[in-house]
C-alpha cells in the first residue's frame, strides 16, 4: 500500500521560507515510474497544483509559482521536500503530497496534508 | 478564477442520478486527459476517474465519466449520503505548462 506523509513546521512568520518534506512508503521514488508532486488548498477553497519532480530531478513548476519555488528528491531517503521562499498570509494553505502518474497525469496517492499558517 | 469551471454546486434526492460538469479550452480538457476526484469533508482528495472514464480500483461503479470536445462530466448514479463532499475535475494544460484544476462542485443529498 502506498502511503506518503507530509512533515514541517505548522506555523511561518511572513518573509520566511516554507520547507515541507513529503516521505514515501510502499513505492521506490527510483524506480522512475511516477512523477512526485506537491498541491495546495487555500482555506475553504479549491486546488491548487504547485509542482512536481521526478526521479532523476526533472521538474514542472506552477508559473505563478515558479520563482519561489523549489522541489527536491532524495531517492536514497524516498522523500521529496518543498521549498517557498517569502512567503505571506496568502500562502496559508493545506500542502498536500500526491503520487502522479504519467498515463493520464492522474494523482493516484495523496498524503493526509499539512497545514501551514503564515502571520504577520 | 479557475482555468477549469464548474457549477458552485448540486443537489439532489437519495437514489437520484446528478452530472457535475466541467468547461475547458483546447489546451487543457481538448487536448489531455481529464481527471476527477473527490474530497469528503477534512480529508484529503481520493482519486474518482482518470483517463476520462476510467475508474480506479475500487470505486464504486455508481460513478461514472465521459468528455466530449472541451467539456468533461461526472455522473453519480444511486446517490447515498456518503456521496456528500467536494468534486474537482482535473487535466494538464499545454498552454500553462501544469495541471489545473477546476473550482470544485459541491454535492448536496437532500
Known amino acids: 500500500q502506498v502511503q506518503l506523509q507530509e512533515s514541517g513546521p505548522g506555523q511561518l512568520k511572513a518573509s520566511q521560507t516554507l520547507s515541507l518534506t513529503c516521505s514515501v512508503s510502499?513505492?521506490?521514488?527510483?524506480?522512475?515510474?511516477?512523477?512526485w508532486s506537491w498541491i495546495r488548498q487555500h482555506p475553504g477553497k479549491g486546488l491548487e497544483w504547485i509542482a512536481y519532480?521526478?526521479?532523476?530531478?526533472?521538474?514542472y513548476y506552477n508559473p505563478s509559482l515558479k520563482s519561489r519555488i523549489t522541489i527536491s528528491v532524495d531517492t536514497s531517503k524516498n522523500h521529496f521536500s518543498l521549498k517557498l521562499s517569502s512567503v505571506t498570509a496568502a500562502d496559508t494553505a493545506v500542502y498536500y503530497c500526491?503520487?502522479?502518474?504519467?498515463?493520464?497525469?492522474?494523482?493516484?496517492?495523496w498524503g493526509q496534508g499539512t497545514l501551514v499558517t503564515v502571520s504577520s | 478564477q479557475s482555468v477549469l469551471t464548474q457549477p458552485p454546486s448540486v443537489s439532489a434526492a437519495p437514489r437520484q442520478r446528478v452530472t457535475i460538469s466541467c468547461s475547458g479550452s483546447?489546451?487543457?480538457?481538448?487536448?489531455?486527459?481529464v481527471n476527477w476526484y473527490q474530497q469528503l469533508p477534512g480529508k484529503a482528495p481520493k482519486l474518482l476517474i482518470y483517463?476520462?472514464?476510467l475508474l480506479p480500483s475500487g470505486v464504486s461503479e455508481r460513478f461514472s465519466g465521459s468528455k466530449s470536445g472541451t467539456s468533461a462530466s461526472l455522473a453519480i448514479s444511486g446517490l447515498q449520503s456518503e456521496d456528500e463532499a467536494d468534486y474537482y475535475c482535473?487535466?494538464?494544460?499545454?498552454?500553462?505548462?501544469?495541471?489545473?484544476f477546476g473550482g470544485g462542485t459541491k454535492l448536496t443529498v437532500l
Open positions: 483517463y476520462d472514464d
Open positions: 500526491a503520487r502522479q502518474s504519467p498515463a493520464a497525469m492522474q494523482f493516484d496517492y
Open positions: 483546447s489546451s487543457n480538457i481538448g487536448n489531455n486527459a
Open positions: 510502499g513505492d521506490s521514488i527510483s524506480s522512475g515510474h511516477y512523477y
Open positions: 519532480i521526478y526521479h532523476r530531478g526533472s521538474t
Open positions: 482535473a487535466a494538464w494544460d499545454d498552454s500553462l505548462n501544469g495541471e489545473v
